[in-house]
């Protein structure tokens, strides 16, 4: 978390946000962890964003610097500067903008960093903006060893599946309604990826999980309708994979689990 719509409404929120403005002065904190960024000289720059799976491509002027959000990286916006926001108190990077306001990256838990200039060639096609390429990626490569693996783990693989984390497995794999505990590669074809994107599609349209400490600072959506959409991640039962990370399914396939 974030995840791949996540990351995409950030993107989105970044340019919204600064598409009249520009730096005026910039405060970097000890804690900061987007190191690349103090490199630069942007004083004077915009900022722009775009996404592809879990990372996000800054710009300031042409200059990119690619990061990951890790489990709480956000930007937030204040008027003024807010002392009592936890946002503030964990604004790692407090950018001045022209409009006489502040532009602020977040990250309570600080697990995100600056990573590159480009993006990491190790994850695998977009699925918003590369979507055939991502497809094709997949079904050309199905007797790829990884695919052997159970389908609840290979889905986490962000060399095929960039962007998805905990929430969309659980959703996908459980709305197609199939054991999640068999081999990916028995899984499959054309249909369950169609399934796949329409999934996230779905979850990107719904506005995104603020499901921790990320927010749709866009406002666009109704959060409700997200948790309706819902069925599986924190609704059924769960265990533990062998990456140590949470997965909710049904419970009819607990008896595979048990095997």
């Known amino acids: 978390m974030p995840e791949i719509s996540e990351v995409k409404l950030t993107a989105e929120f970044i340019n919204h946000a600064n598409q009249n403005r520009s730096i005026q002065d910039v405060q970097f904190l000890k804690t900061n962890k987007l190191k690349l960024v103090e490199e630069l000289d942007i004083i004077g720059s915009t900022i722009s964003a775009v996404s592809r799976g879990k990372e996000l491509k800054l710009f300031f002027n042409q200059e990119p610097v690619v990061i990951s959000l890790g489990m709480t990286g956000c930007f937030k916006n204040f008027q003024k500067r807010g002392y009592k926001n936890k946002h503030w108190k964990h604004g790692h990077i407090r950018f001045y903008m022209s409009d006489d306001t502040w532009f602020v990256w977040s990250d309570v838990r600080r697990f995100g960093k600056s990573i590159s200039t480009d993006w ?43 962007g998805i ?82 997965f909710w399914y049904h419970k009819k396939w607990r008896k595979y689990l048990l095997k």
Do not use: C
Request: charged fraction near 25%.
């Open 120 to 162: 990491n060639p190790l994850r695998g096609p977009d699925i918003f903006n590369e979507e055939q390429l991502f497809k094709s990626n997949i079904l050309e490569n199905k007797n790829h060893r990884d695919f052997t693996k159970p389908a609840h783990i290979v889905l986490m693989n962000q060399r095929w599946f960039n």
């Open 165 to 246: 984390g905990n929430y969309l497995r659980a959703e996908i794999l459980g709305k197609w309604n199939k054991n999640p505990f068999q081999p990916m590669k028995q899984l499959l074809n054309e249909p369950f990826l169609d399934h796949l994107i329409k999934q996230v599609h779905d979850s990107y349209r719904l506005g995104g999980g603020e499901l921790y400490s990320w927010m749709n600072e866009n406002k666009s959506s109704n959060n409700n309708d997200f948790h309706q959409w819902m069925k599986f991640y924190g609704k059924s039962i769960k265990t533990i994979d062998s990456q140590g990370r949470t």
